[in-house]
């Protein structure tokens, strides 16, 4: 779990909405306050000073170099301190910030549309109650050699990691403490691409540890229910634990800590007004030991 004093912890009633028709989004919700770079204060002059020669003449400016691009696309700004805002329920620990301003969003957004290679064949399929389903979006999974995932009845291998995802994981691992050697990238090219309910709660996945949801792109709503009030045999009363409904916002980080997966299921369900696309990083930490 992230570091938060005791000030930044907000109550549950600004962030938890029933899921309705007419439920409106938390207020404040976008994402925290943004941060300035490490040693300066808001205001203070950034212009450089020009240097002095020995007899007291100004002399010429000193050229700082400019900074150096990785490759063709985004370089990572200094990291601000995020401003953590908390969601917590009966058995729900998550904590959520804006992870990057707009404009390194999107450099990001756009690099990694041009960058990432998804899969394709039966690794676009799972097998649901015995039967085979496409699945309602791309979907392509990176990490450190010799681990595997599985769920839904399909494999996946990871491609070797790409230096743009190295460079996020990087701010992820800043800002969290934690350290991640998978990430499952899901890309939905519009409100009618989906996932349905479930738990991230495979095998292979380290015994509490978090997982850490980066969003870029469009703005869609992330459902979590509780496992107790989903489904015909609910255990208890629909509505006694009531549904949480999370805007992800372009830029933003979600970390599910333990034991959310254990008691909660989550889903991004269909919003037929978005009409553009959303890329989503799921960091994750595996086990090798259960690689074949």
């Given at each position: 779990?992230?570091?938060?004093?005791?000030?930044?912890?907000?109550?549950?009633?600004?962030?938890?909405?029933?899921?309705?028709?007419?439920?409106?989004?938390?207020?404040?919700?976008?994402?925290?306050?943004?941060?300035?770079?490490?040693?300066?204060?808001?205001?203070?002059?950034?212009?450089?000073?020009?240097?002095?020669?020995?007899?007291?003449?100004?002399?010429?400016?000193?050229?700082?170099?400019?900074?150096?691009?990785?490759?063709?696309?985004?370089?990572?700004?200094?990291?601000?301190?995020?401003?953590?805002?908390?969601?917590?329920?009966?058995?729900?620990?998550?904590?959520?910030?804006?992870?990057?301003?707009?404009?390194?969003?999107?450099a990001i957004l756009s690099q990694l549309e041009r960058e990432l290679e998804y899969f394709s064949g039966d690794l676009t399929k799972v097998q649901v109650f015995g039967k085979w389903h496409s699945i309602p979006r791309q979907q392509v999974t990176y990490g450190d050699?010799?681990?595997?995932?599985?769920?839904?009845?399909?494999?996946?291998?990871?491609?070797?990691?790409?230096?743009?995802?190295?460079?996020?994981?990087?701010?992820?691992?800043?800002?969290?403490?934690?350290?991640?050697?998978?990430?499952?990238?899901?890309?939905?090219?519009?409100?009618?691409?989906?996932?349905?309910?479930?738990?991230?709660?495979?095998?292979?996945?380290?015994?509490?540890?978090?997982?850490?949801?980066?969003?870029?792109?469009?703005?869609?709503?992330?459902?979590?229910?509780?496992?107790?009030?989903?489904?015909?045999?609910?255990?208890?009363?629909?509505?006694?634990?009531?549904?949480?409904?999370?805007?992800?916002?372009?830029?933003?980080?979600?970390?599910?800590?333990?034991?959310?997966?254990?008691?909660?299921?989550?889903?991004?369900?269909?919003?037929?007004?978005?009409?553009?696309?959303?890329?989503?990083?799921?960091?994750?930490?595996?086990?090798?030991?259960?690689?074949?």
């Open positions: 779990m992230p570091n938060v004093s005791s000030s930044s912890v907000e109550t549950m009633d600004k962030f938890v909405v029933v899921v309705s028709d007419d439920a409106k989004s938390a207020e404040g919700w976008g994402g925290g306050r943004r941060g300035t770079a490490a040693g300066r204060s808001d205001g203070e002059d950034e212009r450089p000073r020009k240097k002095r020669k020995a007899n007291g003449s100004p002399g010429k400016e000193r050229q700082q170099p400019p900074p150096q691009p990785h490759g063709d696309g985004w370089e990572m700004s200094p990291t601000p301190t995020p401003s953590w805002r908390n969601i917590r329920a009966e058995g729900l620990s998550c904590d959520y910030t804006r992870l990057f301003p707009t404009s390194e969003a999107d050699p010799g681990l595997t995932y599985r769920y839904s009845g399909v494999t996946l291998t990871p491609k070797p990691w790409i230096p743009l995802l190295l460079r996020i994981r990087e701010r992820v691992t800043q800002v969290t403490g934690h350290t991640f050697n998978f990430v499952l990238v899901n890309r939905y090219k519009d409100g009618r691409d989906h996932i349905g309910e479930h738990r991230d709660d495979e095998r292979e996945l380290a015994p509490g540890s978090p997982i850490a949801s980066v969003s870029f792109g469009a703005c869609r709503d992330f459902v979590l229910r509780h496992g107790d009030s989903r489904g015909k045999g609910a255990q208890r009363q629909r509505g006694a634990v009531a549904p949480v409904k999370l805007p992800l916002a372009h830029g933003s980080l979600l970390v599910m800590n333990y034991p959310t997966n254990v008691y909660w299921y989550h889903s991004l369900p269909v919003r037929r007004a978005v009409l553009t696309p959303r890329v989503n990083l799921t960091f994750r930490r595996v086990l090798p030991s259960l690689a074949p």
